[in-house]
C-alpha cells in the first residue's frame, strides 16, 4: 500500500469519526440542557425554598446544617439543592420523629397494635407517625430522583464538550493528513 494511500484511508476514517463525535457532542448538549431543564423546571414550580437559620440551627447533626447552609434560603430548583433537602432536612425531621426508625418498621409496629384493642391509643399514635413517614419517603423518592436526573444531565454536558473536543482534534488530524497525502503524491 502506498504512502498516499495510507494517508487518505487513515484521513477519511479520522474524518468520518470526527463526524460522528460531533454529532454524538451536539446530543449530548442537547440531552444536558433537556435534562437540566426540565429539573429547574419541576423543582421550581413547587416553590420550595430551602431553609434557613433556625430552621438549619434547629437539626441535631452538623452534618445536616453543613449540608444545608450552601443553600440556604434560595430557591429548591437543582439536584443538589433536592439532595440536600430530602437527605438533610426530610430526612433529618423523620428520623427525629420516628426516633430512627424506618417507614417498614413503623408500619410494622402499627399493625401489630392495631390488633390489641388495649393499645387502641399507641395504634392511633403509630397510624399518623406511619402516614407521615410515608409523605417523607415519597417527597424524598421525588427529589432524589430529580437529584439522579440533574446528575445525568451534568454527565451529558461534560461527555459533550469531550465530544466536542475530540470532534475537533480529529477532524484536525484528518485535514493535515489529507494535507500530507498531497504532497506526498505531489513528490
Do not use: C
Not at 79 to 85: C, L, M, R, T, V
Amino acid at each position: 500500500m502506498s504512502r498516499k494511500t495510507l494517508d487518505t484511508l487513515l484521513s477519511s476514517t479520522g474524518a468520518i469519526l470526527a463526524i460522528v463525535l460531533l454529532i454524538a457532542g451536539g446530543l449530548l448538549a442537547w440531552a444536558a440542557n433537556f435534562a437540566n431543564g426540565t429539573v429547574g423546571d419541576q423543582l421550581s414550580a413547587q416553590r420550595i425554598t430551602m431553609p434557613q437559620g433556625a430552621a438549619i440551627d434547629s437539626l441535631e447533626k452538623e452534618a445536616d446544617k453543613a449540608a444545608l447552609r450552601p443553600f440556604a434560603g434560595q430557591p429548591l430548583d437543582n439536584g443538589p439543592a433536592a439532595k440536600a433537602y430530602a437527605d438533610h432536612y426530610i430526612l433529618a425531621h423523620m428520623n427525629k420523629s420516628s426516633g430512627g426508625k424506618t417507614y417498614s418498621e413503623v408500619s410494622a409496629a402499627q399493625s401489630a397494635a392495631a390488633k390489641d384493642p388495649a393499645k387502641a391509643e399507641e395504634a392511633k399514635k403509630l397510624l399518623d407517625l406511619k402516614q407521615s413517614l410515608f409523605q417523607g419517603d415519597a417527597l424524598r423518592s421525588m427529589l432524589l430522583t430529580a437529584y439522579a436526573f440533574g446528575t445525568i444531565g451534568m454527565i451529558a454536558q461534560i461527555a459533550s464538550v469531550v465530544a466536542f473536543v475530540g470532534g475537533a482534534v480529529l477532524l484536525l488530524l484528518a485535514l493535515l493528513g489529507f494535507n500530507h497525502s498531497r504532497k506526498v503524491a505531489a513528490s
